[in-house]
């Protein structure tokens, strides 16, 4: 399964910017999906997951309220839609995938995408 994350960029805090992960795995639909980030010189932290359908999601705590996880299998396509952004939420974002239920552990998506950096000024 490839993913590919697009939607880097460069805002000020406070503002937004939408996060997608394309696959072209034809049953991408049966695949939980788990958004994760990593800042310079951290390790990296769970941020968002949602499940095959949509109807199951999960959020940090640090992003809860701010950041939207959703998707549309159509599209094969899952989104982070970031408001409120803070320089802290300055990372390299990555998407993963995984076959069973979705999860926040890292360590159970086997499939990665590269990561892209999403930058907040402050």
Request: aromatic fraction near 16%.
């Amino acid at each position: 399964v490839q993913l590919q994350a697009f939607g880097r960029g460069l805002v000020q805090a406070g503002g937004s910017l939408r996060l997608s992960c394309l696959s072209s795995e034809r049953t991408f639909s049966n695949y939980a999906v788990g958004w994760f980030h990593q800042a310079p010189g951290k390790e990296r932290e769970f941020v968002a997951a949602i499940n095959w359908s949509g109807d199951g999601i999960y959020y940090s705590d640090s992003v809860k309220g701010r950041f939207t996880i959703s998707r549309d299998n159509a599209k094969n396509t899952v989104y982070l839609q970031m408001n409120s952004l803070k320089p802290e939420d300055t990372a390299v974002y990555y998407c993963a995938a995984r076959y069973y239920g979705v999860t926040y552990s890292g360590r159970e998506y086997k499939y990665w995408g590269h990561g892209t950096l999403v930058t907040v000024s402050s």
